[in-house]
Each structure stands twice: as C-alpha cells, then as structure tokens.
C-alpha cells in the first residue's frame, strides 16, 4: 500500500539525517581519518611491491623469505576489517544507500577477498599461490590501490600536489 511505503521511505530519510548529525559519523567522513586511511593504503601498496620483488629473489635466485612482512600483512588486514567494520556501524545505512554505497561495495570485497587469501594460503605463497584462484585473490590487493581515488576526492589539499 502506498501510504505504508511512503511512511517508510519517509523513516528512512529521518534515519539517514540523523546518521549524518551524529559524531561518529562526522570522524569516518573527516579529512584526518581519510588521510590515515590514504596513509595505510599507500603503506600496502609498497608493502606489495616489497612483496613482489620479495617473492622474485627467493623463487629466482633462491634467497630467504622475508617473514616479517607476513606479520605486516596480516596488520594490513586487520587494520581494513577494522576500518570497514567502523564505517558499517557508523553509517548504518548509509554504508548502502548512501552516495558511496559502490565505494563501500568494493571496499567490503576486497576486504573479503584478503581474508579469504589469508585463510586459503596463510601468508605464505608456497605450493598453493601458484594454483589460479590464488593468483586472483593476491591480484586483488593491486585493486585496494583504487580506493585512493575515492579517499582523494575528500581530500581537496591533496589534489592540488
């Protein structure tokens, strides 16, 4: 019934002005949060590139794996649940009906996408990182350099450098 479904609609719009209002909601759309977000991701992005030449040496040239980076890598994913669980419980439903709702998409599938490559393969690439479906999920970490673009775009300073 058309009375029902406007009652609603109108609850959802009085829920997303009151999720905007809110403080929480105020820090994950800040310029410093965004900017630590910017921070880590570029963070990761050398990480992978380590990760890369890393991989070469030791498959190549036959040199000891760098275990440390395991650990930083795990941080990394840690660090993203983290910020993605945050979001979703500040923005409520702005996290999908929101203006960034494919920002948050993408987000929330990389982030599944990393957790299913630690799990899948641990940290470590061995027998398994060769088969297809590794490759893939290990690919995906190139695409969380993409988030850039959007952590950017609230970044106005930053798009003048």
Not at 121 to 133: E, N
Not at 136 to 145: T, V
Request: charged share 20%.
């Amino acid at each position: 019934d058309r009375v029902g479904l406007s009652q609603l609609w109108e609850d959802i719009e009085q829920s997303l002005a009151r999720t905007r209002k809110e403080r929480g909601y105020r820090l994950v759309k800040s310029s410093k949060f965004q900017l630590a977000v910017c921070s880590v991701i570029l963070l990761q992005g050398m990480m992978i590139g380590y990760g890369a030449a890393n991989a070469f040496e030791v498959h190549a040239y036959g040199g000891e794996p760098a275990r440390w980076a395991d650990y930083v890598e795990i941080a990394f994913a840690v660090f993203f649940v983290i910020e993605l669980s945050l979001r979703m419980g500040l923005e409520r439903l702005l996290f999908i009906f929101g203006a960034e709702w494919k920002w948050n998409l993408f987000d929330s599938i990389l982030v599944l996408m990393s957790l299913s490559d630690l799990i899948s393969h641990g940290t470590d690439s061995g027998s398994l990182g060769g088969a297809a479906v590794g490759r893939i999920l290990r690919l995906s970490r190139f695409f969380a350099l993409m988030r850039l673009s959007r952590v950017m775009r609230q970044l106005p300073s930053l798009r003048i450098i």
